[in-house]
């Protein structure tokens, strides 16, 4: 095939759409113009019919046209004189069937203002996206694993199989306890566990974001949407989370308006920025965590009915630190070794007598508040064992405990009772006092179910 042999009427058809690009020319094989666009007629003051035909060299001896005819190899960006004003243009080898059947030139930009006026706004984009990026890198690493969930009660391991369980999926979980049992721990092991774990984990604490940004946070804004917004826009925490995990904790904090949102995301999977016209698709794993019944707030009408059915599809319940007491002395081991390595220090571990006190007080703080104890005991001691009075020293709380008991009550059996206790009445509570699906729960016969109610003075109706 030869371009010089097209018909015209296909020629005027190749013009047309040349003619978009405005300057633009067309050579054949033998470099002789085929298409001069207005554009270059305007600027040079030739006229197209003293131009078409011609070979290219002897309308513009300075051309690099023939070089990409000869070498098949495009020229890009390349800053031309045309006319004493700089362009820059792009230069490409026609081909059919791996032959070279010709070239085209064409504008990038008219003038070379064009250009810094595009190379400021790149500048702009480039800062904003290394912005956003480096945005992402701080907010999207998971940082605990399964094995960093610290305890070998049976209720922590119950939590750790679901999450197993769970992590290969897809679908929301919904993480529930009370304050300072881990939930947030959790939500990176589910994360780690999964296929997505080479993606972002983005966390986002709804009840520390004031309720007029929530909805800018979570789903983002276009230029202008409000006053104050960036020009650029800023894509919200569910766009950075694309192909990752999102952590919604504190779920219960959203305001109405985000949970429609919300509740659209999970069911279309694309988000509305604030001020937007399109919707963008987005691929994100949701995970929320709660510390308060989000069925009763359904009841008090504070949160969505819907919602709640798409959030809770797979629950995982943590349960608190005075139901899993034998959790405390791998907790404090962990601790100490970990202040070692921080601080430098040499503490061996806990005695017997302060052990005997963590497992007598209640932990209405859970393992956020044995941290904190355990953190102020490392500091007083620096080396050795923690003692009993290491652990009072800066522990108010504990101090009154040990105040207000006698020895006998530092009795590990009757903080085992207590705890066992504790899980019976709340798996009778979970499965509506249902006898054999309590037994169930908690993996003993129905038999010793009946023993240990009678021991521990358990009745139902």
């Known amino acids: 095939m030869r371009l010089s042999k097209l018909p015209k009427k296909y020629l005027d058809v190749i013009e047309t759409v040349f003619s978009d690009f405005e300057g633009a020319l067309v050579i054949d094989e033998d470099g002789k113009i085929l298409i001069f666009t207005d554009h270059y007629a305007r600027e040079t003051g030739m006229r197209k019919k003293d131009v078409v035909g011609k070979r290219v060299d002897e309308v513009f001896p300075t051309t690099r046209m023939l070089e990409v005819l000869k070498t098949g190899k495009p020229i890009i960006a390349d800053i031309w004189q045309l006319q004493g004003k700089k362009q820059i243009v792009n230069r490409v080898p026609i081909t059919v ?175 509305d920025r604030i001020g937007g016209t399109s919707s963008i698709r987005v691929d994100v794993r949701v995970i929320s965590a709660t510390n308060r019944s989000l069925p009763e707030l359904v009841k008090e009408g504070k949160f969505r009915r819907d919602l709640l059915f798409r959030l809770d599809v797979f629950p995982i319940n943590i349960p608190p630190l005075r139901e899993r007491m034998t959790d405390i002395e791998p907790l404090c081991m962990h601790l100490i070794k970990l202040h070692n390595s921080e601080n430098n220090t040499n503490i061996t571990g806990i005695s017997q007598e302060a052990l005997e006190t963590l497992y007598s007080y209640h932990w209405p703080g ?72 309590a037994a169930d729960l908690l993996g003993i016969s129905r038999s010793a179910l009946y023993y240990k109610m009678n021991q521990y003075k358990i009745f139902y109706d």
Do not use: W
Request: glycine letters at 6%; proline letters at 2%; charged letters at 30%.
């Open 97 to 271: 069937d791996g032959q070279i059947i010709g070239a085209a030139g064409y504008n990038v930009f008219r003038y070379i203002d064009d250009a810094k006026g595009f190379a400021k706004r790149i500048a702009h984009l480039s800062s904003e996206l290394n912005y956003y990026k480096e945005e992402v890198k701080r907010l999207s690493e998971a940082k605990y694993s399964l094995n960093s969930i610290i305890g070998k009660s049976e209720g922590l391991q119950e939590a750790k199989v679901r999450v197993r369980m769970a992590a290969p999926s897809t679908y929301p979980i919904l993480i529930t306890g009370e304050t300072g049992t881990g939930k947030e721990l959790f939500a990176h092991a589910i994360h780690m566990e999964s296929s997505r774990r080479d993606y972002p984990f983005i966390r986002v604490n709804c009840a520390t974001i004031p309720a007029n940004l929530i909805e800018s946070e979570l789903f983002g804004y276009e230029e202008g949407a409000f006053t104050g917004a960036k020009k650029s826009g800023k894509p919200g925490k569910f766009e950075l989370a694309h192909r990752g995990t999102i952590f919604l904790d504190e779920i219960s904090e959203l305001s109405s308006s985000a949970q429609a949102q919300l509740l659209r995301v999970l069911q279309e999977k694309e988000i």
């Open 366 to 437: 859970n393992v956020r508040e044995l941290y904190n104890v355990i953190e102020r005991s490392c500091i007083d001691v620096r080396a050795g064992e923690i003692s009993i009075d290491n652990l009072m020293r800066f522990s108010v709380s504990l101090d009154k405990l040990n105040n207000k008991t006698s020895p006998k009550e530092f009795d590990m059996e009757k903080a085992k009772m207590e705890a066992e206790k504790i899980a019976i009445k709340r798996a009778l509570k979970h499965v509506k006092n249902n006898r054999t699906k």
